[in-house]
């Protein structure tokens, strides 16, 4: 019989919680990873970047495996079929992976345990992708927190230098199934095409230091575009943590915490992916103007900062933090459009996209989250430019004919009247 490791959101052989555990098991380890047809089939572009970026992680992750004798098995299939597959194929003894927190993914898991367990197969599932998880970091009475600073506090009293140790899994390599090549089936195959979009470096060490003072310029190169990293765990978190931990600096430490908060409040309150934290917000006006919303979403709005931060989105998959507050709420209160619209919109074009927090920094931007901003407080697109891009470098950037008035397209909605009219809005809905 063999253990297999199922590999999911966490595409690396070392320092990897559930297939260290795996290897460590009394069988030899094949490790699997599917295509998950449910997931796939949702995505909307052919050549989407992130499945690209999987198919090449993979590939990456067999010839590793066949340096130590062995091949990953890609199976392309929904995860109860493909888990019928490889029942029938091998003679499995246990099965182990890494939790994944979101509510298909929990659901998914649950349906393969209870698969596995009628053939009295034991599904062994690891913390991986956090340093604390679900109910590892809740108040004394051990409820869970909705805002983040006393969750941070308690975060770094609960931590010891234990929970920040990498896996030391390279140790335990022989243990890996021997096999001969298994062919991964071609993107082709799966109904996809080679995104051309280039994916960021792992590189964060050098950044740390002086992350406080670059982190809020966009035209900076201040902050790490790890987020794809992590996403898809080609990084490990504990390594992550422990090199940041080591700097007396913490604020890009408090930056992956505010990733554990959302993870958290995600696991506790699921219905957050869809709805308002505080359900008065669901009862909004919203106006929806369809011809805003793709205004918006191709950067044509006549304010520069929000086009110049569309058009970073549309044509990197990326978008720095500052523009990703301003230009959420100028779609959530200056145009009045349900965040739920941005909240998808980003989810369709982000490298980085993890729904936890994404729904967590559209709820904070749209003032319907756990931990938000009030709704009053409404960021006005042209004195955050003044602020944060002052010599106008990312604008020329991304927004090159802002140069000429002429060519600029004037603002679509006037700022002074939308922000009263927002808080009109809210207030009615709020004081219901
Ligand atoms: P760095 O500044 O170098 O931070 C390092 C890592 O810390 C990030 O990669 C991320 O994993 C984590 N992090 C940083 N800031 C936050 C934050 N505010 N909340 C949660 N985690 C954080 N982040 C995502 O990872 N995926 C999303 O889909 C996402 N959607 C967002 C939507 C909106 C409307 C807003 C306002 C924020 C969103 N964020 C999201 C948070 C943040 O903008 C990104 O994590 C950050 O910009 C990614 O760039 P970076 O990797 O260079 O981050």
Known sequence: PVSIFWFRRDLRLDDNAGLYHALKGPNKVLPVFIFDKEILDQLEDKDDARVTFIYETITALDKQLQENGSSLLVLYDTAENAWAQLLREYQIANVYTNHDYEPYAKKRDDTIQALLKKQEILFHTFKDQVIFEKDEVVKDDGKPYTVYTPYNRKWYQKLTPFYLKAYPNSKYFDNFFKTELLQIPALKDLGFEKSTLNFPAIHYKELIATYPEKRDFPAVEGTSHIGLHLRFG????????????????????????????????LYHFPHTATKSFKPAFDRINWVNDEKHFEAWCKGETGYPLVDAGMRELNSTGYMHNRVRMVVASFLSKDLLIDWRWGERYFARKLLDYELASNAGGWQWSAGSGTDAAPYFRIFSPDSQLKKFDPQLKYIKKWVPEYADFSRYPKPIVDHAFARERCLKVFKEALSV
């Open 234 to 265: 080609t990084v490990s978190i504990r390594e992550l943590a422990r090199t940041a931990y080591e700097f007396k600096e913490k604020t890009w430490l408090n930056e992956l915490i505010w990733r554990e908060f959302y993870m958290m409040i």
